[in-house]
């Protein structure tokens, strides 16, 4: 798309039909037009009577670096949501740009991709002004505060799995750096054995459609090889044109799961005292006799039953060692010949 300087002194028509540019250039609204890339192709009078610009100052410069620092990530991530989703009416976004005087103007943004339109070939960006009360109220600055200070973890990811947004927690808490994870598949936080699992997850997701949810247990590896067990609980809102992606929020739950597993091994230890001599390791009196109890009623109601044996083996002469060695010497003596 060839546009660069574009006048719009006069609303020319060339056989009776209307030049566009001199149209868009009357609009109440402020308008930018930008390229794939990111840099500015045309911009209209009500915008740069606004801002305090002259077009030449804006075409060819990149649309970014009008945005206020606080809103760059918020703005960059709704880009590439729009990028992704040609011919669309992109959501409403609130930021703030930055005037020609250095003021920072808080704006609604509204984006149209028509990026796969050979005729245009640019993002069409409509922007209205909103007054501070407004701009505070629902400013990317303050979600993103909201939203870094809560004790999850909360990632966005595209519908690939790869890691469009991460808040402050992933950093402070496992000690990956945003900038090194953005971009990039969910995988290179997690522990490498939870791979596919991860991958089976975001699947089911995609596959089961607009918002829905489920909840996997994934390791999440920190930069020191440490491995955290997190419980993520994650929704499908690629379909909603405000967020365009997947929500992973995850809680560490280490300390949870290592109650869990020691609850788990009392359980087991416990169970194997109720039913094994606790110096020889064999089973028990009473866990023999249910054994036996068992094999008699299980061949009692088979076709073929067959026989149940019993090996009975006696220590000869046991006592002796007991009485001229002593009881140590005679608990030795069982450990040896149990094993």
Avoid at 86 to 102: C, I, K, S, T
Avoid at 305 to 311: C, N, T
Wanted: proline share 4%; net charge negative; charged share 25%.
């Amino acid at each position: 798309m060839a546009v660069g300087n574009v006048s719009g002194d006069g609303m020319q028509a060339t056989d009776g039909v209307v030049d566009p540019w001199a149209l868009l250039d009357r609009l109440p609204e402020l308008i930018a037009v930008i390229d794939a890339a990111g840099l500015v192709r045309y911009v209209n009078r009500r915008l740069c009577e606004a801002m305090g610009y002259v077009e030449d100052q804006l075409v060819g410069s990149n649309i970014f670096d009008y945005v206020h620092p606080d809103d760059l990530a918020y703005m960059a991530w709704s880009w590439e949501t729009r990028q992704s989703r040609p011919g669309e009416v992109g959501m409403r976004v609130h930021a703030r740009g930055r005037n020609a005087d250095g003021s920072w103007r808080p704006v609604e943004i509204v984006g149209l991709s028509l990026l796969d339109d050979a005729r245009v070939g640019a993002m069409v960006m409509t922007m209205r002004d909103l007054d501070d009360g407004a701009a505070l109220a629902d400013s990317p600055a303050r979600l993103r505060s909201m939203i870094d200070r809560t004790s999850d973890v909360v990632i966005l990811l595209d519908a690939d799995g790869n890691i469009v947004f991460a808040n402050r927690r992933l950093t402070s808490h496992f000690g990956h750096d945003n900038d090194r994870v953005v971009g990039r598949p969910l995988d290179v936080i997690l522990d490498p054995a939870d791979a596919p699992a991860a991958r089976s997850w975001l699947d089911e997701l995609v596959a089961a459609g607009d918002r829905a949810a489920t909840r996997a247990r994934l390791r999440v590896r920190d930069p020191g090889g440490g491995v955290h067990q997190v419980e993520w609980h994650g929704t499908n809102q690629i379909d909603d044109p405000l967020i365009g992606g997947i929500i992973a929020s995850g809680r560490d739950i280490s300390a949870l799961v290592a109650m869990e597993s020691q609850v788990q091994a009392q359980t087991e230890q416990l169970a194997h005292a109720a039913t094994h001599d606790p110096l020889t390791g064999l089973v028990n009196r009473s866990a023999f006799i249910d054994a036996c109890a068992a094999q008699i009623a299980a061949r009692r109601a088979a076709t073929d039953p067959g026989d149940v044996v019993v090996l009975f083996c006696d220590l000869d002469r046991f006592k002796a060692v007991n009485d001229t060695h002593g009881h140590d010497v005679g608990d030795r003596v069982l450990e040896v010949v149990a094993a």
